[in-house]
Every structure is written in structure tokens, then in C-alpha cells.
């Protein structure tokens, strides 16, 4: 079955230090991407990546890094310079968003908690 | 800049008509979207409408969108309890292609 993968489900953080949350999809879309979700807040575009080996910064990348090595991963580092992380996390996939219509193929997320 | 608002909750009784209602700032969006999200799960397409309609309908869901007033609704026909989700409202920029998000609304459903 085709489909996106993120783990872990539930993350627990000690402050000051790095985490990584892992994305993996086997849809063969090119496009992916990084969302946070809090409470009462639409979904905030982190980080997203047209291609391999490309990814540009979204609306709340500071203290986030990623990386693009492979067409199905999309690893996302929440490093100790984000002072507030504690959130869902959600990864999504899809065709090249600038074709005539995409639909965006999300995980089951990661919940990360700073303890 | 863009931006798509909705409000945060909507209550119904089940069996009766729910109506999510939302609205957006891009004019130029060539496509409306409603996505579902089960408690603790990632979102799924519901459904989709293209600019140049004024309304789709698929079995329980009727989509009606204004254009003019940059206004897009979702009603659920003979809301049941699995029915219970928060639904989001989004739209495609045309400049970037990138999904505006709007907060969702979390729909709950009285007996």
C-alpha cells in the first residue's frame, strides 16, 4: 500500500537537545513537506522540498532544519534553538504543486513534548 | 498577505445539516480544498473545488463557493457521529502554489 510514514508517534524532548522526527513516503511524489500544528492555529508551513537535494524555508523555519537526500525521506531536526516545540507535527507529500491540481497525502504526524 | 479564516467550533445534533463555513483573502486561488482530521491523525482530502464553479456535490457534502465574496461552505447532509473531526478550510496560492491553511473547525455532534 502506498502511502507516508512518520515516526515516531509520540516524542518526548529534554531541553537543549536535538531531535529528529522521520518522514518517509513511497508515492513517488517529488514534493514534500513540514507543517506544525497547535491548538487553534492553522497548519504553519516549516519546511518544504520540491526535489531531491532542494528545500526551501517556509513561514516558521527558525530553529528547524532538514534535509533531502532521498526522493522518499524528508527528515525534519528540531534543534535546541526553538525555544517553543512542543507541538503536532505533520509531514505531507505530493505531485509538483505547481501542476494543475494536488492533493497534499499527510502522515499520522508526531507529537513532541518537551519535558 | 493571504490568509483563510474560520471559526473554531460548530456543535450540531445528529442527523442535522452541518455548514463549515470559511473565508479566504486570494483572489486568484485556482483551487479551494476541505480536508478532515480525525482526533490524533494526519488530514485527509475531503473534497476539492475549482475556481470556476459556484458549487460541487458529492453524496452528503455540498460545496458552495462565492467568489465574489471569497466565501467557501461545506455542508455535511444528516450528520452522524463519525462525522466528528476538525475540518480545514485551504486554498492554493497561484503565486507560489503553496497551501494557505486555515485554523479548522472542530465540528461536534450532540445526540
Known amino acids: 500500500d502506498g502511502g507516508i510514514t512518520q515516526s515516531p508517534k509520540y516524542l518526548f524532548r529534554k531541553e537543549g537537545q536535538n531531535v529528529t522526527l522521520s518522514c518517509e513516503q513511497n508515492?513517488?511524489?517529488?514534493?514534500m513537506y513540514w507543517y506544525r500544528q497547535d491548538p487553534g492555529q492553522g497548519l504553519r508551513l516549516i519546511y518544504y522540498?520540491?526535489?531531491?537535494?532542494?528545500?526551501q524555508k517556509g513561514d516558521i523555519a527558525e530553529g528547524y532544519s532538514v534535509s533531502r537526500e532521498k526522493k522518499e525521506s524528508f527528515p525534519l531536526t528540531v534543534t535546541s534553538a526553538q525555544k517553543n516545540p512542543t507541538a503536532f507535527y505533520l509531514c505531507?507529500?505530493?505531485?509538483?504543486?505547481?501542476?494543475?491540481?494536488?492533493?497534499?497525502?499527510f502522515g499520522q504526524g508526531t507529537r513532541l513534548t518537551v519535558v | 498577505g493571504e490568509d483563510v479564516e474560520q471559526s473554531l467550533f460548530l456543535s450540531v445534533r445528529e442527523g442535522d445539516s452541518s455548514v463549515i463555513n470559511c473565508t479566504y483573502t486570494?483572489?486568484?486561488?485556482?483551487?479551494l480544498y476541505w480536508y478532515k482530521q480525525e482526533p490524533g491523525a494526519g488530514l485527509q482530502l475531503l473534497t476539492y473545488?475549482?475556481?470556476n464553479m459556484d458549487m460541487k456535490q458529492d453524496q452528503r457534502l455540498t460545496v458552495l463557493l462565492n467568489k465574489k465574496d471569497k466565501h467557501l461552505s461545506l455542508r455535511i447532509a444528516d450528520t452522524q457521529t463519525g462525522d466528528s473531526a476538525i475540518y480545514f478550510c485551504?486554498?492554493?496560492?497561484?503565486?507560489?502554489?503553496?497551501?494557505?491553511w486555515g485554523a479548522g473547525t472542530k465540528l461536534i455532534i450532540k445526540p
Open positions: 522540498s520540491q526535489i531531491v537535494n532542494d528545500f
Open positions: 486570494d483572489s486568484s486561488s485556482t483551487y
Open positions: 508515492l513517488n511524489h517529488d514534493a
Open positions: 505531507a507529500s505530493s505531485i509538483p504543486p505547481d501542476t494543475e491540481f494536488t492533493e497534499a497525502f
Open positions: 473545488i475549482f475556481s
Open positions: 485551504a486554498e492554493r496560492s497561484d503565486s507560489n502554489y503553496q497551501l494557505i
